[in-house]
Each structure stands twice: as structure tokens, then as C-alpha cells.
């Protein structure tokens, strides 16, 4: 799987026609878009999908629109997570999981667990999961931050975790768990910013929101960067910056679908309780892009 999902994943959004129903053309005009941009696999019904504002209904009509117009051309990591393992066991035999590489699945929200009660949260999805998982630490949304040594005790003791995505910010730990992997094991970036200095540190690449917008770009940063020609990468690093600044200036997804938008390439609709990117976004975006 190292192999399989190694460099740029795709935070995939979730396009909403102006009354807040899924846009499913919109779904496939993404697809099509990031496939042609080179990046190396999808990431569907994650945080920037909005999964929380879907159905479950609708997120079984979601993940089957991504898997035909994807059409066996590149990787699918579905996001399947929540506070509840029994919830998340439940909703993994749900789905139609037969054309999908791994599930993301997110540290439990809201209970605040133990160290120790996040090891065996894992467990009890893994003791259930036909795919391999992939952590998901984002400890601002979460509330709870999986620390190094919990990861490293995950992957030594769960061999069905193959992998993480590090959004905490934290480059101390994230190297410690770079540092102590087994060869094996995944360490992605969750953070676009920090992406580059991550390459640096040895991440195995990003699962971006900004290559919604820019697939060519970051495919190519990510990709000069697991070459180690950092010169090449550091130059697209800094002109992605201001843009992966802006996407997170007024909310996300709202910024990287208020770039969707003024590209023409899916509405900026977003679903409550986020808002739509106000003007004053809009123009900066405008500005971003035609700079």
C-alpha cells in the first residue's frame, strides 16, 4: 500500500447546487479535472467533503459516483469515522467497499479519550475492516491529539493500520513517528502549508485540499520533493502559499470552493452550519488567481 498511495491524494469536495443538493455532475467534472492533473489518488467523504452534513444515504450515492467516474484509474480512500467504533463498524459494512484501496479513518471526537482508549478504538475497527486503515489525527477539529508513542504502539500491535495523516502541526512528533515506522507504514501530510518541510522530514506525501484547485502544482511539488530535488519544489511552494492561505482565511471548504468557483469549474455552495465565502473573499481569490 506504500506504493499504492504514495504522493498526492485529493481531499475531494462535495459540490452543492444553489439549494444544497449534491451536484453529482459537479462530483464527476472534479474527478475528471484532478485525474488529468496527474495526482495519484482520491480521498472521498473526508472533512472537506462536509460528511458531516450528508446522509448516510447520500454518502453511499457519493462514494459510488466517484468509484464509476474514477473507473479503476486511480486509488479511492473512503473517509469512515466517528466518536463510536460500533457506528464506525456498522457503516463499513454499509458501503460497497470492493473498489476502494483503504479507509481514513478519524480519532474520536468529542469523548476526549485516553491515550489508551484510542489504541482500542482502533483495534475494534480493524478487528472488523476488510481494507486497511489510515489513521487521521486533526487534533483542532477533534479535540484529541493521537500522540507519537500511540501511533507507534498502533502500528506495532494492529498490523491493519498501514498508515496516517498527520494534521496536527506538530513537526516534533510527526518526525518521531518518522523516525520509529516501520518501513512500511504511511506517514502522510494533512497539512498543505507544511507540506514541503514535511517532504524534508521524509513524509510519503500530502492528501491535499489546495489540489482541488491546483492538482498539477501540488503533484508536481510533492513529486520533486520525494525525489529530493527541493530547489524545484520550493519554488512551487512559494506560489502556492498565498492561495493555500486564502483557502483557510473563511472557513473550509469554503475558500478552496470559492477557487472551484471563480475557476468555473463547480459552484461555492457549501452546506450549514458553514457559510458561503463572502465578496471580500471572492475578490482576494480573483486577485490570487490572476496573479
Known sequence: MKSVLKGT????????????SIDFEGIA???KHL???????????????ETPTLSFAERKQVLETIVEEV??????????GCN???????????FDLSKVSA???VAPYYNRPQQRGLVEHYRSIAAQSPLPIILYNVPSRTGVNIDAATTLQITATIPNVIGIKEASGNIGQIMQIIANRPKDFLVISGDDLLTLPLLACGVDGVI???????PKEVSAMVNYGLQGNFEQARAIHYQLMEPA????????????KCFLHEQGLIGQHVRLPLADATEEMSARVRKLLNR
Open 71 to 80: 473507473n479503476n484509474r486511480v486509488p479511492i480512500v473512503v473517509g469512515i
Open 29 to 31: 467534472k472534479m474527478v
Open 245 to 256: 492561505k486564502a483557502c483557510f482565511a473563511d472557513g473550509s471548504p469554503s475558500g478552496i
Open 35 to 49: 485525474i488529468a492533473n496527474n495526482i495519484d489518488y482520491i480521498v472521498a467523504l473526508g472533512t472537506t467533503a
Open 103 to 105: 479507509i481514513l479513518s
Open 84 to 94: 463510536n467504533p460500533i457506528e464506525v463498524n456498522e457503516q463499513i459494512h454499509m
Open 9 to 20: 491524494g485529493v481531499a475531494l469536495v462535495t459540490p452543492f447546487k444553489e439549494d444544497r
Open 208 to 214: 491535499s485540499v489546495v489540489a482541488n484547485s491546483f
